[in-house]
Nanobody, 124 residues
Framework: QVQLVESGGGLVQAGGSLRLSCSAS????????MGWFRQAPGKEREFVAR????????YIADSMKGRVSISRNNAENTVYLQMNSLEPEDTAIYYC?????????????????WGRGTQVTVSS
């Protein structure tokens, strides 16, 4: 089992930036694809970005392209989500998730391990 812990959330003004971190432990991530999702109050969980650990291949949700990037640090077993030009609509709990490497999905059910999330609040 992979354990995931998110950090880096907080309160930021509109137009600002945040870098979220997801620290993984428990087993090697070589066979995993890591994803970031978010969930705003009263809304469904939404895919943000994913990265295949073994190759570094990334995919960003169309709605987030140009403002978000995802990366990994192999030595630290950490995945990052860099978010720029934040808007109040980006306010949500952001979750890190791990799924099978051979499944490239934007659906939450394709990810088997989840962190507890980190709150991002963007003020106008």
């Amino acid at each position: 089992q992979v354990q995931l812990v998110e950090s880096g959330g907080g309160l930021v003004q509109a137009g600002g930036s945040l870098r979220l971190s997801c620290s993984a432990s428990g087993r090697s991530l070589d066979n995993y694809r890591m994803g970031w999702f978010r969930q705003a109050p009263g809304k469904e969980r939404e895919f943000v970005a994913r990265i295949r650990w073994s190759t570094g291949d990334t995919y960003i949700a169309d709605s987030m392209k140009g403002r978000v990037s995802i990366s990994r640090n192999n030595a630290e077993n950490t995945v990052y989500l860099q978010m720029n030009s934040l808007e109040p609509e980006d306010t949500a709990i952001y979750y890190c998730a791990a799924g099978r490497s051979d499944v490239a999905s934007t659906r939450s059910y394709a990810y088997t391990n989840w962190g507890r999330g980190t709150q991002v609040t963007v003020s106008s």
